[in-house]
């Protein structure tokens, strides 16, 4: 089947021709780019040119002082939630996996009822714990108490909301952690336990690295998630941004503008955790023959080059092809 078309090519080559090609149209690609155009172009104007949006009270809210004590308590929040969270959920992710029925059955138990259970009642629980005990003892197990605290002294309104946010991650932060070690091949870890390689070794040396390239994604998504989910904490009166927008424009009673202040910022907050979760998937996918959005930019270049390159040469510039 391949020696006629040899044969055309080569018939075309010595008559001194050139192979013209036609590339297959596509109206409806046309047709559905100019449309999402037209929506965009739409979208746009209606953005601009609408005066209830009010802009400019955006531009004055934007960087206010308050707005700003707002960004950072909510950016404190988050950092607090993810590392205790991510802390915790994987000491409960080695428990799920631990060959002890008891350790199992206890991570087991947690990630069921804090997944189970909504954020925002977590939060007024932790809130209001004082109401179930006065007072936090240490000491003894079933014996004496060495040390008493209040309760209302020890967990205030700030720690109610990092331990509620933490406690929570950590249930969904063990499952992707766990997801993360399954999809290690065990034979590597038979393999360095052949070695005699220890147990905490193959995790952190062998396991954990390895894990790291299913864990960044799903990782990235949760960290994100809790950005907007300490919104949540307005219920504690905490001065994070969703509640310290909704007080603003209680006293001035701009609430479009206002609300449009708190998206600017979620969405510049998620969009610089993006970009440093892009950096972490790329620097723990080393190896993998998955292109990244630079190399297609490097193919979309060499591409574009090549159609560059065609018309010169189908010209008979370079004196036609020999």
Known sequence: MTAPV????????SAGGSLTVVRARHPGRWIAGAAVAVLLAMAGNALVTNPAWDWPVV??????????????FTVELTALGIALGF???TVLALMRLSRVPLLASVAWGYVWLFRSVPLILQLLFWYNLAALY??????V?????????GTMD????VTAAALGLALHQAAYAAEIVRGGFLSVDPGQLEAAAALGIPRARQILRIQLPQAMRSIVPAAGNEIIGLVKGTSVVYIMALPELFY????IYNRNGRVIAMLLVAAIWYLVLTTVLSIGQYHVERRFGRGLARPGPSARVRRLRQALAVR????????GGEGGPR
């Open 244 to 247: 310290q927008v909704q007080v």
């Open 59 to 72: 531009g004055d809210y934007l960087f206010h002082p308050s707005v700003l004590h707002a960004v950072l």
């Open 154 to 157: 020890l967990i205030g309104p």
């Open 141 to 149: 197990p079933f014996g004496p108490a060495f040390l008493s605290v």
């Open 134 to 139: 006065k007072q936090i003892s240490f000491g």
């Open 87 to 89: 802390l915790l959920g």
């Open 6 to 13: 040899v044969l055309e090519e080569t018939t075309a080559e």
């Open 308 to 315: 560059r390159a065609a018309p010169r040469r189908a010209g």
